[in-house]
């Protein structure tokens, strides 16, 4: 693993903390480098692999899934999701076609 946030999922009085992490890129064969990352999402654990000509295309494709993946999530459109604060963002990026989804600082500056 090379990085990870913790957000945070309001459920009526509790807190769930929700762990996003990074892995290494790995290289596949000869143009082709893949980028692992997990969501632990309450009762699921979701892991994909983004991939790229090289090791930073394969990491950037992977932060942009997060950023879709949470940006489209019900806990996100339920208003429920945080990192620093409600309303603040993620500090992920999100493809073009995404980003009318982009709230709080993401908006400023993604």
């Given at each position: 693993?090379?990085?990870?946030?913790?957000?945070?999922?309001?459920?009526?009085?509790?807190?769930?903390?929700?762990?996003?992490?990074?892995?290494?890129?790995?290289?596949?064969?000869?143009?082709?480098?893949?980028?692992?990352?997990?969501?632990?999402?309450?009762?699921?654990?979701?892991?994909?692999?983004?991939?790229g000509f090289?090791?930073?295309?394969?990491?950037?494709?992977?932060?942009?899934?997060?950023?879709?993946?949470?940006?489209?999530?019900?806990?996100?459109?339920?208003?429920r999701l945080?990192?620093d604060k409600?309303?603040?963002?993620?500090?992920?990026?999100?493809?073009?076609?995404?980003?009318?989804?982009?709230?709080?600082?993401?908006?400023?500056?993604?």
């Open positions: 693993m090379i990085a990870s946030r913790e957000l945070t999922l309001r459920d009526g009085d509790k807190l769930i903390e929700i762990s996003v992490r990074i892995f290494t890129p790995e290289f596949e064969k000869e143009g082709v480098w893949k980028c692992r990352y997990e969501i632990e999402w309450p009762g699921e654990n979701h892991s994909f692999d983004a991939y090289d090791g930073i295309q394969a990491l950037f494709i992977a932060l942009q899934m997060v950023g879709a993946e949470i940006y489209t999530s019900n806990y996100h459109k339920d208003g945080y990192w409600p309303g603040s963002g993620y500090g992920f990026p999100v493809a073009s076609s995404l980003r009318d989804l982009l709230q709080g600082d993401d908006k400023k500056y993604l």
